[in-house]
């Protein structure tokens, strides 16, 4: 697909997109005068306010990581804006080589028109997820996390960014370190950084019961796909892991929290075998009903559909080409059609 096929399917997509308010799901021709904050919304895409931070995001997050290490997929920024896109997440460079410094002119051009968040891990490397921590290595951890996101800034080029996370976290003690969020508080006080957040793809329940207790988090984004919490060390569902349907009541109380959910790894468990998946088109199929199964979504995109209706506010998905590009916007901007 070239860029002209491109823009010509945002045409179609755009001809079929909501024009109303209904729950978070906003449209372009909604008011602006209202508190929440608007970037960038187009009639191709759709929009849900983000926890407690009341962003408008649009419900695909551009995954900017391993897309634009390398700068393999910075050409499909600028495509990504014009259908809407307004969320674009990235990592620090100990994890995605050049990310951030490939993202850097595309947020100059666009800084008050997009949300950028990033995210880098925290040490000790090798804690296990019941691992009791010391107060030494919190002190260590919140020490790294303040020079992650100083250098983040450097490579993005910019003073300030919207959210940054903690980074596939699995421990709940290093959720509840009041170091950790002391620096946080500093880096906020010092027009670094707006929101706090993490990242988790492994004991994701327990985490995100912790974030909850504390009430300090605005942002989570958790490895879930429509049979549940996804396992990032053994790339695999969660072992006895409930089903996303069945894990609506800790959604709902995440959500109370303020906390705004954003979903990932929801399609890894299909994904070609060289991309870490199982190649497993059908692994959602059981938790489907007959409207989603009928309707002219790929299996991608059914699933990215069926995340988003049933407790995510937004999903962030790794795009490389036109066509997952494509594919992923038209999922997250009619997937409330087959629901309901």
Same mark, same amino acid.
């Given at each position: 697909?070239?860029? &002209?096929?491109?823009?010509? /399917?945002?045409?179609?997509?755009?001809? =079929?997109?909501?024009? @109303?308010? *209904?729950?978070? #799901? %906003?449209?372009?021709?909604?008011?602006?005068?209202?508190?929440?904050?608007? &970037?960038?919304?187009?009639? /191709?895409?759709?929009?849900?306010?983000? =926890?407690?931070?009341? @962003?408008? *995001?649009?419900? #695909? %997050?551009?995954?900017?990581?391993?897309?634009?290490?390398?700068?393999?997929?910075?050409?499909?920024?600028?495509?990504?804006?014009?259908?809407?896109?307004?969320?674009?997440?990235?990592? *620090?460079?100990?994890?995605?080589?050049?990310?951030?410094?490939?993202?850097?002119?595309?947020?100059?051009?666009?800084?008050?028109?997009?949300?950028?968040?990033?995210?880098?891990?925290?040490?000790?490397?090798?804690?296990?997820?019941?691992?009791?921590?010391?107060?030494?290595?919190?002190?260590?951890?919140?020490?790294?996390?303040?020079?992650?996101?100083?250098?983040?800034?450097?490579?993005?080029?910019?003073?300030?960014?919207?959210?940054?996370?903690?980074?596939?976290?699995?421990?709940?003690?290093?959720?509840?370190?009041?170091?950790?969020?002391?620096?946080?508080?500093?880096?906020?006080?010092?027009?670094?950084?707006?929101?706090?957040?993490?990242?988790?793809?492994?004991?994701?329940?327990?985490?995100?019961?912790?974030?909850?207790?504390?009430?300090?988090?605005?942002?989570?984004?958790?490895?879930?796909?429509?049979?549940?919490?996804?396992?990032?060390?053994?790339?695999?569902?969660?072992?006895?892991?409930?089903?996303?349907?069945?894990?609506?009541?800790?959604?709902?109380?995440?959500?109370?929290?303020?906390?705004?959910?954003?979903?990932?790894?929801?399609?890894?468990?299909?994904?070609?075998?060289?991309?870490?998946?199982?190649?497993?088109?059908?692994?959602?199929?059981?938790?489907?009903?007959?409207?989603?199964?009928?309707?002219?979504?790929?299996?991608?995109?059914?699933?990215?559909?069926?995340?988003?209706?049933?407790?995510?506010?937004?999903?962030?998905?790794?795009?490389?080409?036109?066509?997952?590009?494509?594919?992923?916007?038209?999922?997250?901007?009619?997937?409330?059609?087959?629901?309901?």
């Amino acid at each position: 697909m070239n860029r &002209r096929e491109f823009n010509k /399917s945002l045409v179609t997509v755009a001809v =079929g997109a909501p024009f @109303f308010i *209904s729950g978070g #799901l %906003v449209s372009k021709t909604s008011t602006k005068h209202d508190k929440l904050d608007h &970037r960038n919304e187009q009639p /191709s895409m759709t929009y849900w306010k983000l =926890g407690r931070t009341n @962003f408008m *995001s649009s419900r #695909l %997050v551009f995954g900017c990581g391993a897309a634009l290490a390398g700068g393999k997929a910075v050409r499909l920024l600028d495509l990504a804006f014009e259908a809407g896109i307004n969320h674009y997440d990235v990592g *620090s460079d100990i994890v995605y080589k050049g990310s951030e410094r490939s993202l850097s002119p595309f947020l100059k051009a666009n800084r008050g028109n997009i949300w950028v968040a990033s995210k880098a891990p925290l040490p000790p490397h090798n804690i296990k997820p019941e691992d009791q921590v010391t107060l030494e290595q919190t002190k260590a951890a919140a020490n790294s996390w303040t020079k992650s996101l100083n250098q983040s800034l450097k490579d993005l080029q910019t003073e300030y960014v919207d959210a940054y996370y903690l980074m596939a976290v699995s421990n709940p003690a290093l959720i509840g370190s009041e170091e950790i969020y002391k620096a946080f508080l500093d880096a906020k006080t010092a027009g670094k950084v707006g929101y706090f957040g993490l990242s988790t793809h492994k004991n994701a329940k327990k985490v995100l019961e912790a974030a909850i207790k504390t009430g300090w988090y605005d942002l989570a984004m958790i490895g879930i796909t429509p049979a549940g919490w996804y396992d990032w060390t053994t790339k695999e569902i969660e072992k006895d892991a409930p089903s996303l349907i069945a894990t609506q009541a800790l959604l709902k109380q995440a959500r109370d929290a303020g906390i705004g959910l954003i979903g990932m790894k929801a399609v890894r468990l299909m994904a070609p075998m060289q991309a870490g998946g199982k190649e497993d088109v059908s692994a959602f199929d059981k938790f489907y009903d007959k409207k989603l199964l009928e309707s002219p979504l790929n299996p991608f995109q059914s699933a990215y559909a069926y995340v988003l209706e049933n407790g995510l506010d937004v999903v962030n998905a790794d795009m490389q080409n036109f066509t997952h590009l494509e594919e992923n916007i038209v999922a997250a901007a009619t997937s409330h059609t087959y629901f309901g």
